[in-house]
């Protein structure tokens, strides 16, 4: 039986400046988004992305993230309690982040910033999904270094007491089994994935269903939120909020090898008003 090391949440302080494990690894993850994006453009120019394109696409990313995440963990896990206590929800400091809402809140972001840069959705999607899951990773590691998110019982022998719960159980280190499968093998696969060139909305597809199939399957080892335990058919809420994202994914895939489909353009989308150049093409009147 193994014990958590218990590590004092603050990583470094400086006077009254203190910061955070948790925002350390959140600030990683932003980095290792950029570095993998920045790495994929340089070996896939055909993509036609730049610096400029990725430093935009993270600040909305950042945005969809922090805002989608915190409102997911209202709407999805906590309603009548933040109904009652309405200036409690800004409040990110106190806990209380959701994937799947920060992953909505990515969506509406990267929308946004594929209008604002006249490109097309899934080529966007397509592009930053195999730089996810590394930073979903540190987000793990960042749980297990707090001592949260602990695993049920077990009695096998990598069971681990967390002395955060209080309860001197030993119990998964799910953080890692989620740091594992949700963060390092879904980007290895879709790192690899991604090296040939897909039709439109493929590696988003595969991702939503490697994300979800993953998710699902670690949460047979995670402890259900003690205010909502397990629902309907003894799954718990991120196993639901899971199933929706597998079946997404696949109808994505499908969707985009379809018969007929064709392959995503590089560029951005050509403004049809204006004239495109070619020998003998018509020019408006």
Not at 24 to 37: N, P
Not at 86 to 110: D, N, R, T
């Amino acid at each position: 039986m193994l014990t958590h090391p218990n590590f004092d949440p603050i990583a470094i302080a400086i006077g009254p400046v203190a910061i955070r494990w948790y925002g350390l690894m959140y600030l990683v993850a932003f980095v290792s988004f950029v570095a993998l994006c920045r790495l994929r453009a340089r070996r896939q120019p055909a993509l036609g992305w730049n610096r400029a394109m990725i430093d935009d696409a993270l600040f909305f990313g950042v945005l969809g993230v922090i805002l989608g995440g915190r409102l997911g963990y209202v709407l999805f896990y906590k309603p009548a309690y933040y109904l009652e206590h309405l200036a409690e929800i800004p409040a990110v400091w106190q806990g209380g982040m959701s994937f799947h809402g920060g992953f909505l809140g990515v969506l509406a972001a990267m929308w946004l910033f594929a209008r604002r840069r006249d490109l097309e959705f899934w080529r966007v999607m397509d592009f930053i999904a195999p730089a996810v899951p590394l930073g979903l990773a540190f987000g793990r590691l960042g749980n297990f270094i707090n001592g949260e998110l602990w695993g049920r019982p077990t009695d096998g022998p990598w069971g681990m007491v967390f002395p955060q719960a209080g309860d001197g159980i030993a119990r998964h280190p799910s953080q890692l089994y989620q740091f594992a499968l949700e963060g390092l093998a879904l980007f290895v696969l879709l790192w690899l994935f991604a090296r040939a060139r897909r039709p439109a909305g493929a590696i988003s597809g595969a991702f939503l269903a490697g994300y979800g199939a993953f998710r699902f399957i670690a949460e047979f080892a995670r402890e259900p939120d003690s205010f909502l335990g397990l629902l309907s058919f003894g799954l718990s809420m991120g196993q639901w909020l899971s199933l929706p994202m597998v079946a997404a994914g696949a109808a994505l895939i499908a969707w985009s090898y379809r018969p007929g489909r064709t392959r995503p353009r590089a560029g951005p989308r050509r403004d049809r008003s204006r004239p495109s150049g070619r020998p003998g093409a018509r020019r408006a009147p």
